[in-house]
């Protein structure tokens, strides 16, 4: 059963993607979005839904304020934005990561 509705979701997920990959093939005129920035961007939406949900906007909150003061002094240009964003991306990852574990903990505990 649990087999089932993960393959399911996981059937989902890919079909939103595609999806998603499509409305960006349409409209690759107004935007330049690799599929690598694209997955990162789609991770980081559901680490930050994650650290939320657990009450930890707060860190959240210090990631927009590193990002903005990172872009800001060290410049907008594309491989600068690109890698804070994607050290942005891994530390939300690994908060995320690491709340989902320790809740899970707890709960067989």
Known sequence: ?????FLLCLMGFV?????LEWLFAAMSG??????AQFFVALGGMGAITVLI???LGGL??????????SILLLGAEAH?????????????????????????LDDGA
Not at 1 to 5: G, K, N, S
Not at 30 to 35: G, I
Not at 80 to 103: G, N, P, R, W
């Open 60 to 69: 959240v909150l210090t990631v927009v304020l590193a990002v903005f003061w």
């Open 80 to 104: 600068t934005v690109t890698a804070t964003l994607m050290i942005a991306a891994l530390v939300l990852y690994a908060a995320a990561a690491a709340t989902v574990v320790e809740v899970h």
């Open 1 to 5: 059963m649990l087999v089932a509705i």
């Open 30 to 35: 107004l935007s330049d979005v690799t599929p």
């Open 15 to 19: 079909a939103a993607v595609w999806g």
């Open 53 to 55: 949900r657990y009450g």
